[in-house]
């Protein structure tokens, strides 16, 4: 049996298709890196306990350098990966003007 949105659709009408969605119901078109970015995140707080930690030491100084030091450890993480991922053409290019 023929749907109406079928026979609709097979006229030449509007189309009603849904768009794709993943199974969390977000669209990740629009921020292909989302996940690269919260890997970052993962990785710079797992790091700066791990830091910490093999630090031995409770002092307050020791874990703000070893916070400022994951920050910049999840930056470089996720710029590398990043041109890793544009290298291998699983990210888009980036299509902002210079300037």
Known sequence: MMSVMRLTEAAGGPSYAVPQRDRRGVRMARMPSLMLKLGA??????WTAWMVWWGGDDDGVDAI???LCGA???CAWYYAMRWQFRRKA???QDTRPNG
């Open 90 to 92: 699983m990210l888009p």
């Open 41 to 46: 995140v993962i990785f710079a707080m797992l």
């Open 72 to 74: 910049a450890v999840g």
């Open 65 to 67: 350098i070893a916070s």
